[in-house]
């Protein structure tokens, strides 16, 4: 012979009758309003929450050329729409000699964002080429009124000095 225990059913019973109707019906009524106000509250508010955009590059300045196993070191300028925007890194997408590079940032959302449009951000970008030849970097500086993407170019030849 087999019996089940429920044990909400016999803790609310157990409290009942140690409380009274009316004292267990108040700690319960309040109980209720713990639970909920306590469920009302999101610690993941719509105001906190981040994305991440890729921001249009304004100008680079690069090497023409650098020795083999050397680093080189592109400056990269970008602007943010407002200072929620936080640089993040860059998206570099390779094919053989190729470079399809972006500027990476996160947005936090945030209702007192202030205006930064005006203001030139350069972060540095190191490229450690593995093997000798001429690398093309096309870094994305927005799309046009077509809607496609244009690229500021810039061609870096690597050579071997042995």
Same mark, same amino acid.
């Given at each position: 012979?087999s019996?089940?225990?429920n044990f909400g059913?016999?803790?609310?019973?157990?409290?009942?009758?140690a #409380?009274?109707?009316r004292?267990?019906?108040? #700690?319960? #009524?309040?109980?209720?309003?713990?639970?909920?106000?306590?469920?009302s509250c999101?610690?993941?508010?719509?105001?906190?929450?981040?994305y991440?955009?890729?921001?249009?590059? /304004?100008?680079?300045?690069?090497p023409?050329?650098?020795?083999?196993g050397?680093?080189?070191t592109?400056?990269?300028?970008?602007?943010?729409?407002s200072?929620?925007?936080?640089?993040?890194?860059?998206?570099?997408?390779?094919?053989n000699?190729?470079?399809?590079?972006?500027?990476k940032?996160i947005?936090?959302?945030?209702s007192?964002?202030l205006?930064? /449009?005006?203001?030139?951000?350069?972060?540095?970008?190191?490229?450690?080429?593995?093997?000798?030849g001429?690398?093309e970097?096309k870094?994305w500086?927005?799309?046009?009124e /077509?809607?496609?993407?244009?690229?500021?170019?810039?061609?870096?030849?690597?050579?071997?000095t042995?």
């Amino acid at each position: 012979m087999s019996f089940e225990v429920n044990f909400g059913a016999t803790i609310y019973s157990v409290l009942r009758l140690a #409380l009274g109707k009316r004292k267990f019906m108040r #700690l319960f #009524l309040v109980f209720l309003c713990v639970v909920f106000g306590v469920s009302s509250c999101s610690l993941s508010d719509e105001d906190t929450k981040s994305y991440e955009y890729t921001l249009p590059v /304004q100008y680079v300045v690069s090497p023409q050329s650098i020795t083999l196993g050397d680093t080189a070191t592109f400056a990269v300028s970008y602007r943010r729409p407002s200072d929620c925007y936080i640089f993040n890194g860059f998206n570099v997408e390779v094919a053989n000699f190729n470079r399809l590079v972006s500027v990476k940032a996160i947005y936090f959302n945030n209702s007192e964002c202030l205006d930064d /449009q005006g203001t030139v951000y350069e972060v540095p970008m190191d490229f450690v080429p593995s093997t000798t030849g001429t690398y093309e970097f096309k870094f994305w500086s927005g799309d046009n009124e /077509q809607n496609e993407p244009e690229y500021i170019t810039k061609t870096v030849t690597v050579e071997n000095t042995n």
